[in-house]
C-alpha cells in the first residue's frame, strides 16, 4: 500500500503524561519534587499540523491550557485513540473554537468510542440542544484509512489489556498511546514510518501499558529514524537520567516537544 507524502509535517506534544500526570497530587518523589520543566507531564494528547490543516489526536482534561500554551489559533478536527476519561474530559472546550472561528469542530472516533462520548456529554447530542453546547460534525470511523481535509489517516488498532484502542499514521508519522500488545499485521502498517511515538508506562510490567523495555524493544524492530515514549508515569524516573539511557534513536518525549519533518 502507498502512502501518503505531506510537504510538511509538524508536531507539537501536548501532554506526555499518564492518566493522573507528574507530578502526582500528594507525591514527594524526585520526579514529582523535579525542577525540570520536562518532568512535568500534562495528560497525553499531540497537536498534528500537515499542510495547513490542524487536528489533536485526543483531547483530555488539560486541552484547555495546552491550546493556551501553545497559542493554537485554529483547529479543524479532533481525532480520538480512545474512550478513558484522560483522552476525552476536555471536549466540552472545543467551544472557544466553534465560538471564534465560527464552525463546527469535526469529530473522528470509532462507533464504540463515539457511544462513550454521548454518555459522557449527553448535552452535546440532546434534542433539546442547550444552545451554549460545543458544536461537533461527528465522524465514525473504523479500521479503513480515512482523510481529513486532504491529510490521510491510517488506523493501526492496538490493545490495551482488553479494550481496542486507535493508534494512527499519518505519511511518515505513527502515534500510539495507551497500547500493550500490537497484532503483527498492526506492526506492518507502521513499519517504514520516520518517526513513531508509543507509549510506555514504567519500569516494571503492567497489564494495559507497554513497560520502557517493551516499547524499546518494538520500536528496535520497527526501526524508525526516531522514537519517542509518551504517556509516561512518574516511576519511569527523571527526564535527563533516562534519556541518557536510551538508545540514541529513542527519547522520551515532553510536554511542548516541537518536531517539523
Ligand atoms: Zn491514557
Ligand atoms: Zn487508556
Do not use: W
Request: hydrophobic share 40%.
Amino acid at each position: 500500500m502507498e502512502n501518503q507524502k505531506l510537504n510538511t509535517t509538524k508536531v507539537t506534544f501536548l501532554g506526555t503524561g499518564t492518566s493522573i500526570g507528574v507530578p502526582v497530587i500528594t507525591c514527594d518523589c524526585p520526579v514529582c519534587m523535579s525542577e525540570d520543566p520536562r518532568d512535568k507531564r500534562m495528560r497525553a494528547s499531540v497537536l498534528l499540523e500537515t499542510d495547513g490543516n490542524t487536528f489533536v489526536i485526543d483531547c483530555g482534561p488539560d486541552f484547555r491550557i495546552q491550546m493556551l500554551r501553545e497559542r493554537v489559533m485554529n483547529l479543524d478536527a479532533v481525532i480520538f485513540t480512545h474512550e478513558h476519561r484522560d483522552h476525552i474530559a476536555g471536549l466540552d472546550d472545543v467551544r472557544a473554537f466553534n465560538y471564534v472561528l465560527n464552525k463546527k469542530i469535526d469529530v473522528y472516533a470509532t462507533a464504540h468510542v463515539l457511544e462513550a462520548i454521548r454518555v459522557e456529554f449527553p448535552y452535546i447530542f440532546s434534542e433539546s440542544r442547550y444552545f451554549g453546547a460545543p458544536q461537533l460534525t461527528i465522524h465514525p470511523i473504523g479500521d479503513e484509512r480515512f482523510t481529513i481535509r486532504g491529510t490521510e489517516f491510517i488506523p493501526i488498532r492496538v490493545m490495551h489489556d482488553k479494550l481496542p484502542v486507535m493508534g494512527f499514521r499519518i505519511a511518515d508519522f505513527t502515534y500510539i498511546t495507551d497500547a500493550s500488545h500490537i497484532d503483527d499485521s498492526e506492526l506492518a502498517k507502521i513499519k517504514g514510518s520516520r518517526v513513531i511515538v508509543l507509549n510506555a508506562l514504567r519500569n516494571s510490567k503492567h497489564v494495559s501499558h507497554f513497560s520502557v523495555q517493551e516499547a524499546v524493544d518494538i520500536l528496535t524492530k520497527l526501526e524508525p529514524e526516531q522514537a519517542y515514549l509518551t504517556h509516561l508515569s512518574h516511576f519511569v524516573g527523571l527526564h535527563e537520567d533516562v534519556n541518557k539511557k536510551l538508545p540514541e534513536n529513542i527519547k522520551l518525549a515532553y510536554d511542548g516537544l516541537i518536531l517539523n519533518f
